[in-house]
């Protein structure tokens, strides 16, 4: 059976920026009239919040560690993957945060799930976010269904500052817990979320110009302005780099297959380089 609907995967690790990045496609979509069948890697995490600190307690897994494959059900996220790029369809939920005021309405705790059910019929395309949308390993391929696969990869120093501003600020864990849990999960954060980044079509990555030589030193989070975006393509012959050079000022090329622009470019950029190769897949799309 030949693959007929399109599948886009932005990755990344806790803290990196996914979600802004799912913001900007999910305006996207919807100037482009697209109706995107939107997945949560959070919703295929294997434990919830309690059965994950009860692990914590245990030293299984460490605090927090969804970066490990095995407390993840990466099984069922590959079946979502082949299931949607065959047929359209596929099984998912959803995680319940506590900002979710809509799931919490209607009966549902945070830091639960709602049950496995039917993604929305009649989408255009399956968008998903989250930590595992590129993994490859001895037992799953999930990139191999991946049309569009985007990096979100600020450097390591940065990502730790944006973690703990996050964790601390946002969810209320005390900076000794933050830096805990970015220890606990180092071994799973090199061998199970770093070689994505190798798999990617393109990746984002975020450079601040300010020291953060120390991360867990850090008050606040550099902002865009205090910062450049490493962009790179695995295959630059599909890119207009004079054009993007022209059109996002401060840019230039460090590599045949690396543009860098300014922090506050990202949004710009985004829908510059990945707009034109959605409108592509969608015409490639059966009966689109």
């Known amino acids: 059976m030949s693959k007929r609907h399109p599948i886009i995967?932005?990755?990344?690790?806790?803290g990196a920026g996914t979600t802004t990045t799912g913001q900007i496609f999910?305006?996207?979509?919807?100037s482009e009239g697209l109706n995107a069948a939107m997945v949560s890697g959070d919703s295929f995490h294997r434990y919830n919040r309690e059965q994950m600190a009860r692990l914590a307690a245990k030293g299984q897994f460490g605090e927090?560690?969804?970066f490990a494959l095995a407390a993840n059900h990466i099984d069922k996220l590959e079946a979502l993957f082949y299931d949607y790029g065959h047929t359209g369809n596929g099984r998912y939920r959803q995680y319940v945060h506590d900002e979710d005021r809509k799931l919490v309405a209607a009966g549902h705790k945070p830091g639960t799930f709602t049950p496995w059910g039917?993604?929305?019929a009649d989408t255009d395309l399956l968008f998903y976010e989250g930590l595992h949308g590129g993994v490859v390993s001895e037992t799953c391929n999930i990139a191999q269904y991946v049309d569009l696969l985007i990096g979100v990869v600020p450097i390591v120093n940065l990502e730790w500052i944006q973690k703990i501003h996050r964790d601390t600020h946002k969810r209320g864990y005390s900076q000794d817990a933050v830096v805990e849990t970015i220890i606990n999960r180092m071994d799973d954060y090199v061998h199970d979320i770093v070689p994505q980044f190798s798999h990617t079509h393109i990746n984002f990555q975020r450079i601040p110009l300010v020291d953060t030589s120390n991360p867990f030193v850090v008050r606040d989070v550099p902002t865009e302005d205090e910062s450049m975006l490493v962009i790179r393509f695995r295959d630059p012959s599909e890119v207009e780099f004079p054009y993007l050079l022209q059109v996002i000022?401060?840019?230039?090329?460090?590599r045949h297959d690396t543009l860098v622009i300014p922090g506050t470019k990202m949004p710009l950029a985004m829908d510059l380089i990945v707009r034109p190769m959605v409108q592509r897949l969608m015409a490639r799309k059966p009966f689109a």
């Not at 995967?9 to 806790?14: E, F, N, Q, R, W």
């Not at 999910?26 to 919807?30: C, D, I, L, N, V």
């Not at 000022?249 to 460090?254: A, K, R």
């Open 26 to 30: 999910s305006r996207m979509f919807a």
């Open 249 to 254: 000022s401060g840019s230039s090329l460090s």
């Open 9 to 14: 995967a932005v990755t990344g690790s806790s």
């Open 64 to 66: 927090r560690n969804h």
């Open 118 to 120: 039917p993604l929305p």
